[in-house]
């Protein structure tokens, strides 16, 4: 039998939510911000066939919706709280919708974030978040902060979402196993929170990886009106890409670390005096932090290969329009 839209509303997405004086079920939310902090607000939209292709499967859709939009209140340093999700389906299908909204809970439970509100409607299949997260006032962490002589930190590694992707395409073959990590890091990226709240007070700027490296970190160094160098050789990478950086495939795997995106790791500059409790940070979080250059007065960027020799013309970033 075919659900209505209300019957639909109620029975995948209505759930209490205890830290919202009103949750979904009213014409709007009502929520109450903690005293001494400010709200920190973001939207993020997936379209099918730009971001997902048609036969993504639901629970791991429903969980990557939120992932994305979590990554951005982590680079901020702050904790998510509130989401609503706009979503455009095709038909109501109840298999489909619990898949998805299973997914997506999961995540959304994982890190306390309440699910308040939406909007539901017939169309192409889109999927679009706003999440609502909190920051102690004057706190969050901004693109803008980087400073001549600061180190460049990422989290975890690059490029193996990108990896899958060149997969799918063709471009390239992986082994069953690179391709079941590279596979998982594709569909299931994991939200840097609470790296992001611990980065309060030691970074000094900090983006996600959503586009690939070189691009964002290029929005820092514009946001700070600085330069960087990276090194190649300290850019934190899965085997994938040993047996290919050196070999005909070269091309490719420096397209994936370095401007690949999908990555969903932070990115971020401190300064010397960090290094010791972003280490201990690293240990305690069980998380690679990974020094990959730094910040220098001169604007520009530029990228070391192997031999320690500027790359031509680094890849480029994903640019929807470009
Ligand atoms: P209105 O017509 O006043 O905009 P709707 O009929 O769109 O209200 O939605 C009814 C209630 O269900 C609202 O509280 C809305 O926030 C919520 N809602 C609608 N779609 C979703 C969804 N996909 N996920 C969560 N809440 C939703
Ligand atoms: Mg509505």
Known sequence: MALSEFELIDRFFRRPAPHAILGVGDDAALLAPTLGCELVASVDMLIEGTHFLPDAEPEALGHKTLAVNLSDIAAMGARPRWALLACALL?????????????????????????????????????????LGE???????????????????????????????AHHAGRVVLTPAERAYCELALTRPTPRIALGERLRGLATAAIDVSDGLTGDLGHILDASRVGATVDLSLLPRSPAFDSRLPGAERALALDCLLAGGDDYELLFTAPESAAAPLQAL?????????????????????????????????????????
Request: proline residues 4%.
């Open 91 to 131: 038909e109501a299908d109840p298999a489909w919708l619990a898949s998805f909204a299973r997914g997506f809970l999961a995540l959304a439970d994982a890190y306390g974030v309440e699910l308040v509100g939406g909007d539901t409607t017939r169309g192409q299949l889109a999927l679009c978040v706003t999440i």
């Open 135 to 165: 920051a102690p006032s004057g706190r969050a962490l901004r693109r803008s902060g980087a400073r001549a002589g600061d180190a460049i930190y990422v989290s975890g590694r690059l490029g193996d979402a990108a990896l899958a992707v």
């Open 282 to 322: 690293s240990a305690e979080l069980k998380l690679a932090l990974s020094r990959i250059g730094t910040i220098e007065a001169a604007r520009g960027l530029v990228v070391r290969d192997e031999k320690g020799e500027p790359l031509a013309s680094p890849p480029r970033a994903y640019d929807h329009f470009g």
